[in-house]
């Protein structure tokens, strides 16, 4: 165990979600919908050493095992991440992040002409792509500033 | 055809495409064969933007068939104004006629329109999106007067905005017919028209000079360069005209090269262009009703 992980204290039951790219564990707390206001407890490690990445963003979810859809959308934002499954301080599971087919009511479309940009009675849809992600409705595609995208509340 | 809605023309495969213009060619040659063809066919026009040449052109194609067309009016003293969705509006003009037609300035609009419809919905327009019919009847005319195939085709003026390009362009790449892109370079194909067609495996044969390339085209598709697209009145001026058709770029081009515009024109092709056998703008205009009418028809017989 180095230093750098003791930075960021082991947590008995919850997610690991590790190798962020550095400065995105803010917006993976956003992507997840976690501000705080839910009562999570959250642990955040920032610009911690990593052999892979060089320095590399830790954050950990207490008590909670991220699903599926989450995990499919903190991969367009930290596509190197891992997500650790811990219970009784042991990893139960231990995952790479796949890039889903589409994340649905996650991201905002930059295109201020777009339907859903309008007050329209739909959640925004995207397609992921190789190397970003599309409007599914006006086909905009964005590939730099994916997580300026995150719909806010 | 087995498409519910007609939102885009990247959905339509070389099939479809043919299919609605073999219907087209049919009714052409014979339109009083097709006037008591769909007698209770009702079609609904919902217009949030005014396109008196698209609203006029299904109407007539729909009464052509012997049906009808309800007309929603003009948006601002519809529903619209008083904050009512698109989802909403359509959901319930959807629940008086058998298809729908729908023009709307945002990007999408046909796409999540047709999400909230049980009859057919086909997209007259959406934004700088798409415009598929008209695509059907440009294709229409290109294919009466130079074939689909084996062509170069070279598309001109404002590429990033002009939803028409953007479905011809798509649309194009179910044929063997090599496209060419002149524009200004403020002007250029947007990227997710550019995704497209590298994803169909089509070139994308930029020029922004149309000398460079004018010799070899078989077909020219003009369209307006508009001038709120530029800061000055002096750019404009400069730019539109480098893109302006007149007899001495048909002296330069093919004898026989064809030129099209989807209309309405402003001054981009000269009126000395329109007593020439070049020109196919009017006859494609024209050949609205026949492949309307055609596609209507297909809709209308795949929903009975
Ligand atoms: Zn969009």
Known sequence: MTDDDLLVASIEDGTVIDHVRAGQALNVLAVLGIDGSGGDRVSVGMNVASERLGRKDVVKVEDRELSRTEVDVVSLIAPEATINIIRD?????????????EVVGVLACPNPRCITAADEPVDSRFDVLDDGVRCA???????EGIADLIAGD | MRHDHIVTAKQLSRADIEA??????EIDADPAGWTDHRPDALLGLCFFEPSTRTRMSFETAIKRLGGDAVDMGATDESAVAKGESLADTVRVIGGYVDALVLRHPREGAAKLAAEHVDVPLV?????????????????????????????DVGIVGDLKYGRTVHSLARALTNFDARQHFVSPESLQLPASVRYDLHERGAAVREHTDLSSVLGELDALYVTRIQRERFPDETEYREVAGQYRIDESTLAAARDDVVVMHPLPRVDEIAPEVDETDNARYFQQAHNGVPVRMALLDLLLEGSA
């Open chain 1, 137 to 143: 409705y006006c086909e905009t595609i964005v590939r």
């Open chain 2, 123 to 151: 997209n007259g327009g959406d934004g700088a999106g798409h415009h598929p019919t008209q695509t059907l009847l440009d294709l229409y005319t290109l294919r009466e007067s130079t074939g689909l195939d084996g062509i």
């Open chain 1, 89 to 101: 301080f042991e990893v139960a599971r231990k995952e790479r992040v796949d890039r889903p087919d």
């Open chain 2, 20 to 25: 609605v213009l073999d219907r087209a060619a």
